[in-house]
């Protein structure tokens, strides 16, 4: 099966190739258990970053679409068709537009709710690191 | 001059001839029937420089290999004629300079894939989702000849240092070690070169595979002719007989030398040649 990424495009690289990996499942191409090439395989042949492939290969796990089996390589979960119509990254939207509504309405301002953002996404990071 | 200084100016000449005469006829041949039979008018992305450049660097390739082959009957005249017998530090010598040309065409061609790819404007990136195993390019039974070798020539060295005359034993575990890292090297290069850069960016998908078919069967070749010529050494050696070695080693160069000129990636393994054309687009 073969993949296209269009550097010129807007969407970013891993993006193009999360989505491109998603549409190929969905329409079973790629079935469960099916392997994926290795991140230096795949980062060689488009000629692109290897930490771009490792990017969209992360959040294709995370999104459980594929597994990694250390050296036996990457495959297509067994869920994954089941998964790929869940939109996290509209869900996350969702979710902040509804507490932003909330503290507006609360009163807070636009300013204190950006500071309050900056500050908990900070601490999360600071926590990450330790 | 007795009948094996006869049979080493056959084979040094044979040397001469193949690898500095007959290898870059084959390279020369194969780059002149792909301008002539892909013209750059109807394949202009196959050509990043002007055809001039390429005749040029072709013929100056040939007369480079022309006058190392002169120097080399040169060479078979003065030791075999006057003096009866080669110096090995000598043909040592004649043998790497046999190799510089083709060192010297494998920079040139890293410099004409370069040029290839800084005049690639396609912003379009295509790949197969497809991994590539180590069984997709070498056989289990190569693998295994690999193995067999390797541990047949350790063997053959362990053997000989208990032999009547025996190998010293620092050159034994000069020899071992030497061999080994080779082995080594190969084998993390065969790990490597299953996903390598890609030098060519409208190379198709299935020519690529080729290329690294072919690179892979060259590679294990090599392994196995070298751990074969190691236990031979190692024999030889122990049987005071180690001249004849020297035959070994020249055949070795030769199959060297005419499996780098066929595996010159310029022309190696291309079938799909429409990516080439002014309208495809990028691979």
Known sequence: MEIALDLEAEVPLFAQLIAQIKRAV??????????????????????????T???????????????????????VHADAKAHCDVDVNGSTFDKLEA??????????????????????????NERNSQ | MTTIHYLYAAVFLSQVLVVSLHAPTIVARRVRTLLATRPPAEYPKLYPVPIETIEHTLRLYRILNAGIAVLGLAQAAWFYVVDGEMDPTAYAVYTCLQV?????????????????????????????????????????VQLGLV????????????????????????????????????????????VWLRTPKRSDPHQSHGDRVRTIRAVYQAAVTTIILM?????????????????????????????????????????????????????????
């Open chain 2, 147 to 190: 193995v067999t070798t390797y541990v047949g020539a350790t063997v053959s060295i362990v053997f000989m240092t208990a032999a009547p005359i025996p190998e010293p034993l620092l050159t034994s575990t000069f020899t071992f070690t030497l061999m080994t890292i080779f082995n080594l090297f190969f084998a993390s290069g065969l």
């Open chain 2, 227 to 283: 751990n074969a010529y190691v236990a031979l050494q190692s024999v030889l050696t122990s049987f005071e007989v180690l001249r004849y070695a020297g035959f070994a080693a020249s055949l070795l160069v030769q199959f060297f030398g005419v499996a780098a000129a066929k595996a010159s990636v310029l022309v190696l393994g291309q079938e799909d040649f429409e990516v080439y054309k002014a309208d495809a687009q990028r691979a």
């Open chain 1, 53 to 75: 492939v490792v990017k969209a290969y992360r959040l294709l796990e995370r999104d459980t679409i594929i597994v990694s089996k250390g050296y036996r390589g990457t495959f």
């Open chain 1, 99 to 124: 507490a932003v509504a909330e503290l507006r309405e609360a009163g807070v301002t636009d300013s204190e709710i950006r500071i309050a953002f900056g500050t908990v996404m900070n601490a999360k």
């Open chain 2, 100 to 140: 510089a040309p083709v060192l010297l065409w494998g920079q040139w061609e890293k410099r004409y894939f370069q040029r290839m790819s800084a005049g690639a404007h396609s912003s379009i990136r295509r790949a197969q989702l497809t991994p590539r195993r180590l069984f997709d390019f070498v056989s289990p």
């Open chain 1, 26 to 51: 969905s329409s079973g191409e790629l079935l469960p258990g099916d392997p994926l090439p290795s991140i230096r395989q795949l980062a060689n042949d488009l000629a692109i970053n290897n930490k």
